[in-house]
């Protein structure tokens, strides 16, 4: 109680969040800050900042099993990792700080240590449970240390790669794939069985893709992977995603979003169309679960329709397409229509049906919000056009239109230069690039099926971030391609336009 109060206190969380968290405790049991962190209503680091200063001996019943560190450093320094979650680690030792900090250092990676009380007993039985690791690869260890190292790395993605007579690790670290592993061919079939065992897939099928997933704890933080088994020629390639709750939890204001106002205006309108465009690991996930937090769970009844539901929004109703039962996107608006509903997120749309059933809910009185596969705000109205959406329809319920993609930010600690933050790259987390119209009435969405342009283009935006030092010239080619030079060269040339017309109008004067 304690706890939720501070949290309410520093409006860190809302009383209605508060008291839908404490019903569901009084139902399960489980802990709060556990409920809270999986309702998204709070992030995972946010809790452990709290916890640490209202109940620092809560944190000593936390306890990672596999740490970061080496067990034999953890023995020597009599220390036991409580909590293991972004810029901070927190740990409990029966030696001095200082010691502590030196003989950790070399295994933190810029982190920071957070000391929490120590309590003798509980730091003995966690120093007797670390398992020292067996360095063979065929251990049965590989699987735990490849998750760890993508946790730790902050990989989105692992890709396990059957090759000719070795395999490949890939790991996806801020939209980039690295190289992390070759090892024998062996040791992939025993890697392979294992996960496909864990997703509860058919270990005999080997020849059609399949699909599974499951939650794994590390370090103090629940992580969902998904998993995908891709048969190609050679051998079962696996893909799997990891999706961290507290990147989930990030509010709208987190992501980078220039015209974040304009889409709060058009979400906020209470029926209409709003899109959400861009390629695949765009981000248009993780725009769409914020807004949908944003939005007052008590007040209003939000469906969704996924392939396949990424992150959970608590309260709402979440639906995974099933192309073997018939329901697919269309399908799945045509059925929440019928279970009362308020806003409705279609995942994408891509046929003249989807588009049909979104046009029609929103036609009758609810807030639809889905995403496209295309480049631009014009883009995405033109491929609305083209797949067979009347352009009076569009004038009535068109509302709101962003356009996203992801860049990687220079890492602050460095400068670009390579450090031990950014692992060397030069890079630490992302940001949105984006261009956004809110289309308040009819108007403005004739002018906008016109062709007629008022926002800044994605391209300028990502300039302007470039301009701020937020990313830099590398990764927007990355993104972007030369599109971004010509994007450049006419935001000088329009500069010195300016400076030139204010030349001639000083000489006139
Ligand atoms: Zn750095």
């Known amino acids: 109680m304690q706890l939720g109060a501070l949290l309410l206190e520093r409006k860190l969380l809302k009383p209605n969040q508060l008291d839908a968290a404490l019903r569901e405790q009084e139902v399960t049991g489980a802990r709060l800050g556990r409920i809270l962190v999986r309702n998204g209503f709070l992030r995972q680091r946010v809790l452990m900042e709290v916890l640490h200063e209202v109940a620092p001996q809560a944190l000593h019943e936390e306890s990672v099993i596999v740490p970061s560190i080496p067990p034999r450093v953890l ?13 901070q680690i927190y740990v409990a030792s029966m030696r001095p700080a200082p010691v502590v900090k030196a003989m950790l250092a070399p295994y933190l990676a810029g982190r920071d240590i957070v000391f929490t009380p120590c309590n003798p007993a509980r730091l003995q039985d966690y120093l007797d449970s670390l398992v020292e690791e067996s360095p063979g690869p065929r251990q049965g260890g590989g699987w735990e240390r490849l998750i760890r190292a993508a946790m730790d790395k902050d990989a989105s ?10 395999y490949t690790v890939m790991l ?27 997703a509860r897939m058919d270990m005999a099928e080997r020849r059609k893709p399949q699909d599974g997933g499951f939650s794994v704890e590390h370090n103090g933080r629940i992580v969902y992977l998904r998993i995908v088994a891709l048969p190609t020629t050679d051998g079962e ?34 029926h209409g169309l709003c899109l959400i465009c861009g390629p695949t690991g765009s ?5 769409l679960n914020a807004t949908a937090r944003e939005m007052d769970f008590n007040e209003r009844a939000i469906y969704s329709v996924e392939d396949p539901v ?4 608590a309260y709402a109703g979440q639906v995974n397409i099933n192309n073997s039962v018939g329901l697919d996107f269309s399908q799945g608006v045509k059925t929440f229509m019928r279970a009362d509903p308020d806003v409705i997120i279609v995942g994408e749309v891509r046929d003249i049906e989807t588009a049909r059933n979104a046009i029609k809910a929103a036609e009758t009185g609810h807030l639809v919000i889905a995403t496209m596969h295309t480049g631009s705000i014009l883009g995405a109205v033109g491929r609305l056009r083209d797949i067979g959406v009347d352009a009076h329809e569009l004038v009535h319920l068109l509302r709101g239109v962003m356009v996203q993609r992801l860049v990687r930010k220079v890492c602050k600690a460095c400068g670009r230069a390579g450090c031990a933050l950014c692992r060397g790259t ?27 342009r008022t926002w800044k283009t994605i391209v300028e935006d990502a300039v302007a ?23 450049i060269d006419e935001a000088r040339s329009s500069a010195s336009t300016t400076n030139a017309s204010r030349e001639v109008l000083c000489t006139a004067s």
């Open 75 to 87: 023995r020597e320094s009599r220390s036991m990792i409580t909590a293991d979650v972004g810029p």
């Open 237 to 270: 390639r696996i893909v799997v995603r990891l999706l961290d709750p507290d990147s989930m939890n990030l509010g709208l204001d987190d992501l980078g979003i220039t015209g974040l106002s304009d889409w709060r205006k058009a979400v906020s309108r209470p």
């Open 426 to 452: 030069g890079y630490k987390g992302r940001t949105i690039v984006s261009e956004c119209t809110y289309l308040p009435n009819e108007a403005s969405v004739g002018r906008l099926l016109e062709g007629s």
């Open 310 to 313: 990424e992150y959970r929004i």
């Open 283 to 287: 981000g248009k996930t993780t725009t």
């Open 172 to 198: 996806r670290i801020q939209g980039v794939l690295h190289l992390e592993h070759e090892g024998e061919i062996e040791e992939y079939t025993s890697l392979a069985s294992r996960i496909k065992d864990q």
């Open 465 to 487: 971030q470039m301009e701020r030092g937020v990313t830099d010239h590398k990764e927007l080619h990355r993104v972007f391609g030369a599109e971004v030079d010509d994007a």
């Open 157 to 166: 993605d692992i890709h396990i790669i059957p090759r000719h007579a070795s």
